[in-house]
């Protein structure tokens, strides 16, 4: 199976970032892609951090929802929606949600972000949970017999989140890292989940110098279950492509039998 991580530089103009994500994504089943992924927030960045909650949409219902079951579906592709804000129960908190969409334009999984991002280095302030409400659940999807694992951007810090998806193999990781951190630790941490839970990682990022003053660290990348780096895009617009090989992931698994070696957990 072919693969897709689409690298964006999303701004505040939503409808500007939906057609950028449709225009990637179509680059992406020309290429012959099965299973393409959009980055976190691909639908927004905003100026403030609270802009999320005016655009925030019902689940199941929603122009931005519309435009993933409609691409889904006319290309043919199962979709990984990066995030988009959807409306929780408490009036000034939103999920970050992922959702998926079947080649049919069926929404197969929702994942809400577990792990709200905070930084402070006297330079740079984050606090995602300002305006997001956590979710709590691991989920998990089978794409026409692959079997995938969701996760966020900060997930990728809490290595007990993906090994409730062991076995999995492939892990998403949509993504919006700040310059400063993705520069110290993208690469190493994505890696790190490939090679201790031997599986394919595609991890879709923001990528460049956004409207709102943020620069984000793009390097969006698909890596194998040995740890190495099919393919990477270091900044700006594009899709990086890569093969997803049942043999290359049985052979891993096979030759150094690490998960069934596990003692804790």
């Not at 939906?18 to 980055?39: H, I």
């Not at 984050?126 to 997001?132: A, K, P, S």
């Not at 659940?137 to 810090?157: H, I, K, M, Q, W």
Request: aromatic share 8%.
């Amino acid at each position: 199976m072919k693969i897709a991580a689409c690298q964006m530089v999303s701004g505040p103009d939503v409808a500007a970032n939906l057609a950028t994500a449709r225009r990637l994504l179509e680059d992406a089943a020309r290429q012959g892609a099965r299973l393409a992924a959009l980055p976190e927030y691909f639908c927004l960045m905003g100026m403030h951090d609270s802009d999320k909650l005016a655009l925030a949409e019902d689940d199941g219902a929603g122009p931005i929802q519309a435009m993933l079951a409609t691409a889904a579906r006319e290309l043919g592709l199962w979709l990984i929606g990066g995030t988009l804000p959807i409306r929780s129960t408490t009036a000034d908190r939103v999920r970050n949600s992922t959702l998926v969409f079947s080649p049919t334009g069926e929404r197969v999984a929702r994942y809400d972000k577990i792990h709200l991002f905070a930084f402070d280095n006297g330079r740079e302030s984050y606090d995602e949970g300002r305006v997001l409400e956590a979710g709590s659940e691991p989920t998990r999807f089978d794409a026409g017999g692959v079997n995938v694992g969701l996760s966020v951007c900060y997930d990728l810090r809490f290595p007990e989140l993906y090994r409730r998806y062991a076995g999995c193999d492939l892990l998403a990781v949509p993504a919006a890292f700040t310059y400063t951190t993705g520069q110290a630790h993208w690469e190493l941490l994505l890696r790190a989940r490939a090679v201790e839970n031997q599986c394919y990682v595609i991890a879709p990022a923001q990528g460049g110098q956004h409207a709102n003053g943020r620069r984000t660290w793009g390097h969006s990348m698909v890596i194998d279950p040995w740890g190495q780096v099919l393919a990477v895009q270091a900044e700006g617009e594009g899709v990086v492509m890569a093969e997803l090989d049942p043999a290359r992931l049985a052979q891993v698994r096979q030759q150094l039998p690490a998960l069934g070696h596990r003692r804790l957990g």
